[in-house]
T-cell receptor
Framework: RKEVEQDPGPFNVPEGATVAFNCTYS??????FFWYRQDCRKEPKLLMS???SGNEDGRFTAQLNRASQYISLLIRDSKLSDSATYLC???????????FGQGTTLQVKP | DTAVSQTPKYLVTQMGNDKSIKCEQN?????MYWYKQDSKKFLKIMFS???????INETVPNRFSPKSPDKAHLNLHINSLELGDSAVYFC?????????????FGPGTRLTVT
C-alpha cells in the first residue's frame, strides 16, 4: 500500500465549478500535512498547510481527519488558472522528509 | 533573484557516463534536499543535508553521491548512468528540518539517459 494515496484523475470541470480532492495516508504517526500544486513541467509549490481544525485560503479549503487518516482539498469557483496537478503531502518525522502522493490532475475548461 | 536554482535544466547523456547536477539557494536556509520525479510523476526524496551534514539518505543506489560544500549548495553526482535514472531531479530547501517548514523547490533538471 502506498504511504499517500490520491485519485490521479484527471478531473475535468467547467469554470465556476466546485471540485474536491481526497487523499489518504497510511502512517498514523504523521505530523504535518500539506497540499502542493505542480504546474505542467514546473516545480511543486506549497498551496497550503492542512490543520486538524481545517483551514481556508480564499477559494481553497483544506480539511484533515486524523481518525480516518484522510485529507481533503475543496476548490470553489474554479478558474482556468487552477488547472494543475495537486499533490497531497505528509510528513511523519522531524527530518523534513516529505511523502508525496501521486497527484490529482485538474483541468478547468471554459 | 531566483530562490533555488539548478543547473543544467536539461541533461541528455548516454548510459555509463558520469554527470553532476548543481543546486544553489539564496534564501539563507539551513536544509537542502534532492528529490526524484519519475515518469509516473511520483516525487520521492533521495537525500537531505542540514548545515552540510547528511540527515536523510533514502534507499538510493550508491552511484548517486550528494555533496554539500556549504549550506547554500547541494550538488548531486551520478556515476555509471542507467536508463532508469531518466527522471526530473528537483532540489529544494527549507529553514530547518521541522516537518512543518515549507520546502521551496528549484525548477528541476530533466535527465534523459539514452
Amino acid at each position: 500500500r502506498k504511504e499517500v494515496e490520491q485519485d490521479p484523475g484527471p478531473f475535468n470541470v467547467p469554470e465556476g465549478a466546485t471540485v474536491a480532492f481526497n487523499c489518504t495516508y497510511s502512517n498514523s504517526a504523521s505530523q504535518s500535512f500539506f497540499w502542493y500544486r505542480q504546474d505542467c513541467r514546473k516545480e511543486p509549490k506549497l498551496l497550503m498547510s492542512v490543520y486538524s481544525s481545517g483551514n481556508e485560503d480564499g477559494r481553497f479549503t483544506a480539511q484533515l481527519n486524523r481518525a480516518s487518516q484522510y485529507i481533503s482539498l475543496l476548490i470553489r469557483d474554479s478558474k482556468l488558472s487552477d488547472s494543475a496537478t495537486y499533490l497531497c503531502v505528509v510528513s511523519s518525522s522531524n527530518t523534513g522528509k516529505l511523502i508525496f502522493g501521486q497527484g490529482t490532475t485538474l483541468q478547468v475548461k471554459p | 533573484d531566483t530562490a533555488v536554482s539548478q543547473t543544467p535544466k536539461y541533461l541528455v547523456t548516454q548510459m555509463g557516463n558520469d554527470k553532476s547536477i548543481k543546486c544553489e539557494q539564496n534564501l539563507g536556509h539551513d536544509t537542502m534536499y534532492w528529490y526524484k520525479q519519475d515518469s509516473k510523476k511520483f516525487l520521492k526524496i533521495m537525500f537531505s543535508y542540514n548545515n552540510k551534514e547528511l540527515i536523510i539518505n533514502e534507499t538510493v543506489p550508491n552511484r548517486f553521491s550528494p555533496k554539500s560544500p556549504d549550506k547554500a549548495h547541494l550538488n548531486l553526482h551520478i556515476n555509471s548512468l542507467e536508463l532508469g535514472d531518466s527522471a526530473v531531479y528537483f532540489c529544494a530547501s527549507s529553514s530547518g528540518t521541522l516537518s512543518s517548514y515549507e520546502q521551496y523547490f528549484g525548477p528541476g533538471t530533466r535527465l534523459t539517459v539514452t
